[in-house]
Every structure is written in C-alpha cells, then in structure tokens.
C-alpha cells in the first residue's frame, strides 16, 4: 500500500479529531492541509507516516502545537456553535483537551498518546482527568436520546443521568423525536443515524437544528456516512459499539463548547 493510501485511510478520522481540537472545521482542515504539504515537502517525515495513525497523529500534533495560539486569534467571522466553540476553546488548556481527545474520541491508549504528544503516559492520565474536571463544571441540561436500539438506549439514559443531566425524552424514529421535541426542547441531542422505521437520525437532528441550534452527538456504527468532506460535518462523532467514557468525554465537550441553555 502507498503511503497516499495508508493517510487516506486515516484522514476522515484525523479531520475530525483537528476539527474538536480547534473547535471550527475550516481551522482543523487547515492544519491537517499543513500537515499533508508538510509530509510531501519533506521525505523523511513523508516515510515515518508509513507507521500507521500514531505518526500521523504526532506529525499533526508538531503542527499544531506550533502555531494554536496564531489560529485562535484569527477572526474568520464564523457565527453560530463554531464561534461558541472559538469562545470556549481559550478557556480550557490546550494540552489537557489533546489528551482528554486523543484518549477518549480517537481511542488512543495513554501510552500512543503520550507518543503523539511526547509526554510520560502518567502524565497524559493526569490531563485527562484535569480536563474532564474542568468541563464537567458546566451546569446541567436536559437530553434527547434518538436511538432506535433499546438496550442502547437505556445505556445511554443511565449514564446521561450518572452526570447529572435529564432525559427530556428518547425516540427510535423522526417522527418520536418531532414528537418530544414538539413538547420540550433539548438542551443537547445524542443521535444514532439509522432509526427503527428507516428515517434517518441526520434528518431528525436537522428538524431539531431548524428551531434553534443545540449541541448534538452522533453515535453510530455507519461513520463514514457523516464523515465524507462533501458537507459540514459532525464535530461529535462516536463509532459503536461505544466505551462509556468516550461518551461521557463528547457530553461534557458538547456542553462546554456550546449552548447549555434548553432551545426555545
């Protein structure tokens, strides 16, 4: 295999990591952009992407730990949850949310990101649980679980409510979650794509985002549905079968980046 096509194979995955880490998909396609015309400038770094998604990851991360703080500072008049994301990004150390992403969202073990990050492995524990502290600061919100599984979904109710949060209503098609919307307004959606009748999660969300914006969380086992570069793309994205402290990670994510406030 080329080294084009082991990249290629990783790329929807890096995108969206780049796109959490900055909190807007224009700046994380920049970076990963940089990171690409970086490897095929320079041959030595082009032939240690043949290590697979560690070194990638790494040679993003050089990448971006050199110039964050130029980036954050840029106004490129994004309105909306990416600003709120922008906003809320400057509040939280940058390294302690690498490392709670790479651990929970990628799902890199503490040693492969302490690798990616160059730090001890005790030292990427140790980030991880000063960043899930920090966000989990947030005040709470109600959730709608749009899920057409129901063990899942009733996985999903206990730990939503293990952190402190309410469940405003759950649905296994569109129509159920037109339905409790039409009653109460989430404050944060977590969505599966594929629902029970053959509607779609994506489209169900899209009816939820009409009325007003709201953190949203997809959880599927079709990501490469989401992840296609041909339009806007979920920031929070977790593959099934899912661990329970990615999922715990995204909410406090979502919330901490951006509206906690129910809609309406």
Sequence with gaps: MTIGAEVAAHLPFLRRY??????????GDTFVKATLEAAIADEELASS??????????????????????VAEQNDDVQGHEAAAQTQLKRITPVNRQALLL???E????????????VSEDDVDS??????????????????????????????EDLVRSLGHDICGTAATRTQAQE???????????????????SSGIDAVEDILE?????????TAYPERLLTGDRPE???????PFEENTVRAAISQALFFGSNKPLG
Excluded: C, H
Excluded at 107 to 118: H, Q, R, V, Y
């Design 180 to 198: 409790v919307v039409a009653k109460e307004r989430p404050g944060l959606v977590l969505a599966d794509i594929q629902l029970a009748d053959g």
């Design 18 to 27: 780049a796109r959490a880490l900055t909190g807007s998909q224009s700046t």
């Design 107 to 118: 799902n890199f073990s503490s040693a492969e990101a302490g690798e990616i990050m160059d």
């Design 127 to 156: 980030l991880v649980r000063e960043a899930i502290e920090e966000i989990e600061r947030e005040t709470t919100t109600n959730v709608l679980i749009i899920e057409d599984e129901p063990l899942i979904s009733m996985q999903l």
């Design 103 to 105: 651990t929970t969202v």
């Design 49 to 70: 992407l043949r290590e697979g998604r560690v070194a990638l990851y790494k040679a993003f991360t050089k990448m971006w730990s050199s110039a964050y703080m130029e």
């Design 234 to 240: 979920p920031t929070y994205l977790i593959t099934k």
């Design 211 to 219: 009325i007003a914006p709201v953190p949203v969380i997809f959880i």
